[in-house]
């Protein structure tokens, strides 16, 4: 790469770098709200919570790639033309294919960028994003730690907390306990705190009194302790069976289901779709690129013209992304449809070389893009 094209290519990377930020951090803003109900219901930390939507970041990433490399190829090549930079270029002998090769080369590091993202990344990252997850919701444990709330716990435990400390430490407890339903017992605990034990979570109650009443003759037993501990009836959720969703899956688990499960063979062809859409979408980036760059730098480079250029770049680089995500839909309900996910996007990729690289065409066509 000459001293021009690194010219170019630093532009573009610049440019491309704040893009995908800016789209990331935009996508996550939105996204995270949707699970905000965690921190209130579930009682989940800010720190724990960042972590969890942190997670989601890859696939933020890989979705935003195509978009920001096509935005940032129109805007630093905009920028160029009206400078006037590419028409010397032009006058200094380069091809378009030259011009346009930073932009050619920026996109090929996106296609493997993409591809390390949406086949180790993403799937990984998210995986564990639903692993967490799932046990936040179905940990009840967490419930316990809700202020000032009488929650029940199966059929027979009834738990009250009056205040949590910032430290996570349990103040003002009441566990009523009927599990015995011949011997009710009244728990009371000035503080406390949750822990995990082998057969589940247990709530450990420090200086408080244990308070039973006779049914026979009404009499209270009342029994002072400065430790007590009391096995919460939940059944541990970590290792329990939970069907993973495609997004999840590595390539080869979405290609190749295991249809000995009822799960899988349900969604099989789902998650095919997801496997070849794996391989597909990074190809979406290099295709709306290089269709941007054939729409910009077709014809004469004129200023008064370039309007008209961005449009047509704008739409068929709007084309190439409906087609990349209706194609998916359409081939989960039709096989055949599954070698229009990757004719779409070569096809985009191939008209785009041939386009800038046929001067006849070029010049018939960005005659009529000119305003006259």
Same mark, same amino acid.
């Given at each position: 790469?000459?001293?021009?094209? /690194? ?66 190829? &129109? ?17 200094? !002998?380069?091809?378009?294919? #030259? ?14 960028? !993409? ?5 180790? +990344? ?32 199966? +059929? ?15 103040? $003002? ?5 009927? @599990? ?8 009371? +605990? ?6 995990? $034990?082998?057969?589940?979570? @247990? ?6 009194? @244990?308070?039973?009443?006779? /049914? ?5 037993? =009342? ?12 059944? *541990?959720? /970590? ?25 899988? #063979? ?21 295709? &709306? ?13 004129? /200023? ?17 992304? +409906? ?9 989960? *309900? ?17 008209? $785009? ?7 006849? &065409? =070029? !010049?018939?066509?960005? #005659? ?5």
């Amino acid at each position: 790469m000459d001293t021009l094209a /690194r010219y170019v290519f630093l532009k573009l990377f610049k440019a491309l770098l704040f893009v995908i930020v800016s789209m990331t951090a935009a996508i996550w803003l939105t996204q995270s709200l949707r699970f905000f109900e965690l921190i209130v219901s579930r009682g989940i930390s800010i720190s724990a919570f960042m972590y969890l939507t942190m997670l989601l970041v890859p696939n933020f990433i890989a979705v935003a790639m195509p978009i920001a490399l096509t935005i940032v190829t &129109m805007f630093v090549f905009h920028r160029l033309l009206m400078e006037s930079e590419l028409t010397v270029m032009s006058a200094a !002998g380069f091809s378009n294919l #030259r011009i346009g090769q930073p932009a050619i080369l920026l996109a090929t590091c996106g296609v493997f960028l !993409g591809y390390a993202l949406s086949l180790w +990344a993403t799937p990984l990252a998210y995986g564990k994003f639903k692993d967490l997850q799932s046990f936040i919701r179905s940990d009840y444990s967490g419930l316990l730690l809700q202020e000032g709330n009488f929650t029940r716990i199966g +059929a027979s435990l009834t738990v009250y907390i009056r205040a949590r400390g910032s430290n996570g430490d349990l103040t $003002g407890i009441i566990v009523h306990d009927n @599990r015995d339903p011949a011997q009710p017992i009244t728990l009371l +605990a000035e503080v406390g705190t949750l822990a995990q $034990g082998e057969d589940g979570p @247990r709530i450990i109650l420090v200086k408080g009194n @244990r308070q039973e009443v006779n /049914r026979q003759d009404g009499t209270l037993s =009342l029994l002072y302790f400065e430790r007590y501990s009391v096995d919460l009836p939940i059944a *541990r959720t /970590r290792d329990e069976y939970r069907w993973r969703e495609p997004g999840e899956r590595l390539l080869p688990d979405l290609l190749w289901p295991n249809l000995e499960d009822a799960n899988d #063979r349900s969604f099989a062809r789902r998650l095919i779709v997801e496997g070849h859409a794996r391989l597909t979408s990074p190809l979406y980036g290099l295709a &709306m690129v290089l269709l941007s760059l054939a729409a910009l730098l077709g014809g004469e480079f004129d /200023r008064k013209g370039i309007s008209k250029r961005i449009l047509l770049g704008i739409g068929l680089a709007t084309t190439l992304q +409906a087609g990349a995500i209706m194609l998916p839909s359409l081939a989960i *309900r039709t096989a055949e449809a599954t070698f229009l996910m990757y004719a779409f996007p070569l096809l985009g990729a191939v008209s $785009g070389v041939l386009w800038l690289t046929s001067r006849k &065409m =070029l !010049g018939a066509f960005g #005659r009529k893009l000119r305003f006259t």
